[in-house]
């Protein structure tokens, strides 16, 4: 039961982390041409226009998202931590797979880099590191 409680909770921080890197990246970088990005038909609308500068903080956080949700619960040291904390990276790569699903047009190249690096493997790096 504490295993799964922490899980849950690492998953939370994990989406609370994403959430204030992603209203970070809306005030840092405009959206392009002054559309909205706040909403899924508004970046849709948006995606053919967007630049490099664009996919930084959902990368980031994906990513970062992803490492805090495995990093808390490797740290508190439950019983086969990675076995939960790559629970954590498969249910954030879930939602970046839901993501990919729902924005058509978005670049492969962004598809790719995010779905093989910013869940797996920071998941991992969480896991390494909250052993330490």
């Given at each position: 039961?504490?295993?799964?409680?922490?899980?849950v909770l690492g998953l939370i921080?994990?989406?609370?982390?994403?959430?204030?890197?992603?209203?970070?990246?809306?005030?840092?970088?405009?959206?392009?041409?002054?559309?909205?990005?706040?909403?899924?038909?508004?970046?849709?609308?948006?995606?053919?226009?967007?630049?490099?500068?664009?996919?930084?903080?959902?990368?980031?956080?994906?990513?970062?998202?992803?490492?805090?949700?495995?990093?808390?619960?490797?740290?508190?040291?439950?019983?086969?931590?990675?076995?939960?904390?790559?629970?954590?990276?498969?249910?954030?790569?879930?939602?970046?797979?839901?993501?990919?699903?729902?924005?058509?047009?978005?670049?492969?190249?962004?598809?790719?880099?995010?779905?093989?690096?910013?869940?797996?493997?920071?998941?991992?790096?969480?896991?390494?590191?909250?052993?330490r």
């Amino acid at each position: 039961m504490k295993s799964i409680l922490l899980s849950v909770l690492g998953l939370i921080l994990g989406a609370i982390t994403n959430g204030i890197l992603v209203q970070i990246g809306s005030s840092v970088i405009e959206a392009p041409l002054g559309l909205d990005l706040s909403t899924e038909k508004g970046l849709a609308k948006a995606m053919p226009l967007m630049e490099f500068k664009h996919f930084v903080f959902p990368f980031l956080a994906h990513a970062l998202g992803t490492f805090v949700g495995a990093f808390f619960v490797s740290k508190m040291r439950v019983n086969r931590t990675l076995i939960n904390a790559m629970a954590i990276g498969f249910a954030f790569l879930a939602g970046g797979v839901m993501m990919v699903l729902m924005l058509p047009g978005t670049p492969v190249w962004f598809i790719l880099m995010d779905l093989i690096v910013a869940y797996l493997p920071m998941a991992y790096l969480g896991y390494r590191l909250g052993q330490r």
